[in-house]
């Protein structure tokens, strides 16, 4: 059964396994201030399933009109459901809400395992733009929720003061409830497990857990390991995650300019490059290009 991916920016990706299509994500409508990802919601026509990992903007936003076009079904978080159902009119029927520990079929050979997952730290300081991947930051430990919560909003307030929110973006629809509550997912396949997670933030305890072939990982921001910002670099981050999961293939996003503002996480991947080098690890980074296909569990990555 072949299994294709292209990369759409952010964590948007859309996954062909055999004759299904499944969305990971679905934010694809930019403002113009952002680079074009050569596909827009408008002209999507076929899809079967859309995973959400969690509720934010950049990966909810347009799964309605995938939804409104096809005849998918979309598996999120119960904040996810609620957005579709109560605020887009989408049938109750074709929305799936998980928590962690579920196992949804896709098809007769497809299914996937839903894990409960954490968001990153983005309450938390980081020396540069949205949290370069290189910047190393430290600190900002054992800080109540209540304050991290106005830490928050001190900082959104910074960047609206700062132009560094573009006013294309639709901040008024991000959910008051925060990112709803973040999952991960193991997509099984006849040919290779894959695992996707589309922020920087994880229980260690479950990563450890599981052993993808593919591993398609954020990269973004503050990391959070266990409820707790990260000591160290978001590559620092990157390498604790490939420790743990050990996959022989691994394609990141979230580190382009996904929402206009001019800074990006990465410029390039070649830091990642260089730390992978060092650390001597088997993983075969893949570097995709928006719109790009690339056929997924070739013998050739395999260690």
Known sequence: MPTDIEWFGCS?????????????????????T?????????????CDFILIGHSHWDHLWGAETILRNTNARIIGSYETARVMIEEEGISEDRVLPV????????????????????????????????????????GDLGVFHQDRLELLSQRLRRRELGGTVSSAMPWDRQTPRGDGGALCYLIKTPEGNIFYKDTMGHYSSILEGITPDVALLAAAGRGNIDGEPIQGSGIDFLLKE?????????ILGHYDDFSGSGLPALEDLSPVHGALRQSESKVYLHELEFNEKLSLFSSEYQT
């Open 34 to 46: 952002a680079p074009d990802v050569g596909l827009r919601t408008s002209e999507i026509t076929v």
């Open 99 to 138: 928590s962690g520990g579920e196992e949804v079929r896709l098809n007769d050979e497809v299914s996937v395992e839903v894990f409960p997952s954490l968001h990153s730290c983005i309450w938390a300081p980081t020396t540069g733009g949205l949290g370069n991947m290189s910047d190393v930051c430290s």
């Open 242 to 250: 490939l420790t743990a999961l050990d996959p022989s293939e691994l």
């Open 12 to 32: 948007t990706y859309r996954l062909t396994i055999g004759d299904m299509t499944v969305f990971l994500d679905a934010y694809l409508d930019r403002p113009d």
